[in-house]
């Protein structure tokens, strides 16, 4: 504890406004943040129980109609002309007699299956067995059709629900007829009624649209025909009639209301994609988290700022006070270029008294030592006019007089040539040349080896004339020429073969300089770049020849050392089309 206390003690003054300004910041963000989430957690929750009271109304809304099919299935049942048309055909013995009687009953189901949009169709299985269909009619297998006369005779007059397989989608009510006329209930057996429901348009009729519905009766799956997802895998989430939860389901979240029904046992299931129905809500809770963090940014921002103002001129002013200790009291007078101007506050009248002071030391110490600095600034330059580049093209010019005078040709030719290189490398005026020029200055500097190294050096350049008026940074090509000469000729015995020629494609223009020495490793740019490999020698080496070239063109440019398969070397020099003049 000790030592953080210390440690702010000798903080600097800007940093501790800083971090004060920083502390009252988090405070009210973190204060803001909680607020703004316990607000947005009782938002969340009503939006859950509004979810799942619209689940519970379609439930309701469901149950309702189907209700009221399952009453038209009663009054079925029930009517009197289906009952005596169902005794006659049981006791009937003509086939003409039960054909009369059956159409007289498909015409009556034909009235309740007309006016009953949410129907299939209504079927009778009378009492021989033979079914009497009216409306949109699938044909039903004999062992289904047994099982569904059993689950109706175990109804005992109730209402059976068989539930939608893979050979019929729709929702099946079946009930048992028995017969009975006026007060006397005998209660024989009659006949099935079965009547195929249209589900999923009761669906569409009383549910939301928000969501996927799931109907569910213990493992069998009402509604719909192919679930979206697995229902076992929420089933045992649901440990209550009624409620709500979120769950992660085949990697996306879900919000899921369920209801169960009191009259049916059926369990609803709503289905919600979290962020498509909590899209907004996410989206403003983002957007309030955003808004605070922008806010936080630039109070730290503007905090820092204002301590910095604060503080800046004091630091200015010990910035000063160093210069001043080191005896540098030109610069300890003046402010630094970047300094803001001070005001006229008790830390403005502080510098304006450092600056009076510093200005009269200065001027005392000027009148000491400005003399000695004259004259040694006169011997400097008397002794830089000493060496004049003239005076060395003159006596260049005097000694290739005298070899002309005296017939010695090579002497003549070679101070000739080295006049050339002279004139070419020692001036700086145009960084940028041409092809043309920079090989007048590789043919003199041959010039001048030819007479060391005689037949031992085989030279041939071979490039177009059409590329002399492309430019190139001056002393390109001759550098390595120079190389070749060092690492390929000198330590040889035998004749080395030096080549020079250009080419170029639809992506740039080459020139390739070869010779038949030891060869160059082809990363030899880049151990020179990391510093693996150390540069040698006192020209000008290949990376500074790269890095010339990539400043003038690009990046795309410079040099490439290819690997020459045996012995030797080829670097090629990579310079850009547009370059043709």
């Known amino acids: 504890m000790h030592r ?11 940093n501790k406004l800083s971090l004060l300004i920083t502390f009252i910041v988090v405070m009210a963000f973190t204060f803001a943040v909680i607020v703004q989430q316990y607000a947005f957690s009782i938002y969340d929750e009503q939006l859950y129980l509004k979810s799942s009271q619209v689940l519970h109304l379609s439930s309701s809304a469901i149950e309702a109609e189907l ?7 009663f009054t079925i049942m029930t009517d009197t002309q289906i009952q005596s048309l169902l005794r006659s055909i049981s006791g009937s013995e003509s086939d003409y007699d039960r054909l009369i009687h059956s159409q007289r009953l498909v015409d009556l189901l034909l009235n309740y299956a007309g006016s009953e949009p949410m129907l299939h169709s209504v079927q009778l299985i009378d009492k021989q067995g033979h079914t009497h269909d009216a409306g949109n009619v699938i044909p039903i297998d004999t062992a289904k059709k047994q099982h569904i006369v059993q689950l109706a005779g175990d109804a005992q007059g109730a209402q059976a629900w068989i539930y939608p397989d893979d050979q019929d989608a729709a929702l099946v009510l079946a009930r048992e007829i028995r017969s ?3 007060t006397l209930f005998d209660l024989n057996y009659l006949g099935t009624l079965i009547i195929r429901i249209n589900i999923d348009k009761i669906v569409k009729k009383s549910a ?7 109907m569910i009766s213990g493992s069998d799956v009402i509604f719909p025909a192919v679930p979206p997802l697995n229902p076992d895998e929420i089933l045992h989430s649901i440990t209550s009639d009624n409620g709500y939860f979120t769950q992660e389901l085949e990697g996306q979240a879900f919000f899921v209301a369920h209801s169960r029904s009191g009259n049916t046992g059926w369990t609803y299931i709503s289905l919600t994609p979290f962020n498509k129905t909590f899209s907004q809500v996410i989206f403003i809770k983002e957007l309030v988290i955003i808004v605070f963090i922008v806010i936080f940014a630039v109070a730290i921002l503007l905090g820092i700022r204002f301590s910095r103002g604060l503080t800046r001129p004091i630091e200015y002013l010990i910035a000063r006070m160093k210069l001043a200790e080191k005896g540098n009291f030109a610069q300890a007078g003046v402010l630094p270029p970047d300094a803001a101007p001070v005001g006229m506050d008790e830390l403005g009248l502080l510098h304006r008294t450092f600056r009076l002071m510093i200005e009269r030391i200065n001027g005392l110490i000027t009148e000491n030592y400005a003399n000695r600095l004259l004259i040694k ?7 830089q006019a000493q060496i004049n580049p003239h005076f060395l093209y003159n006596t260049l010019e005097s000694i290739n007089w005298i070899a002309k005078m005296n017939k010695q040709t090579q002497i003549s030719d070679m101070v000739q040539a080295l006049a050339f290189l002279l004139r070419h490398s020692v001036s700086l005026k145009q960084p940028m040349i041409t092809l043309g020029e920079e090989l007048e200055i ?3 500097y041959i010039i001048i080896q030819k007479f060391r190294f005689e037949e031992r050096l085989e030279f041939s350049m071979n490039v177009d004339t059409r590329y002399d008026r492309r430019t190139i940074p001056k002393l390109t090509i001759q550098p390595l020429l120079e190389n070749a000469i060092h690492y390929a000729l000198e330590p040889a015995m035998t004749p080395c073969h030096i080549s020079i020629h250009a080419d170029e494609d ?5 020139i390739i300089v070869e010779d038949t020495g030891p060869g160059i490793p082809a990363n030899m740019l880049e151990q020179l770049r990391t510093g693996e490999a150390a540069a040698t020698g006192n020209g000008i080496g290949l990376l500074n020849i790269d890095e010339r070239i990539k400043l003038a063109y690009g990046e795309d440019y410079g040099l490439q050392i290819d690997p ?3 012995r030797g070397a080829r670097i090629i020099i990579i310079l850009p089309k547009e370059t043709e003049e």
């Open 377 to 383: 600034e006169t011997e400097f330059k008397a002794l």
């Open 180 to 182: 009975y006329s006026g």
């Open 506 to 510: 639809e992506g740039a223009f080459r």
């Open 208 to 214: 939301s649209e928000d969501g996927d519905l799931i």
């Open 442 to 444: 590789v043919k003199h």
């Open 67 to 73: 209700e009221r099919i399952d009453q038209v299935s």
């Open 564 to 566: 020459v398969s045996g």
């Open 4 to 14: 953080w206390i210390a440690l702010y003690k000798n903080m600097k003054i800007k």
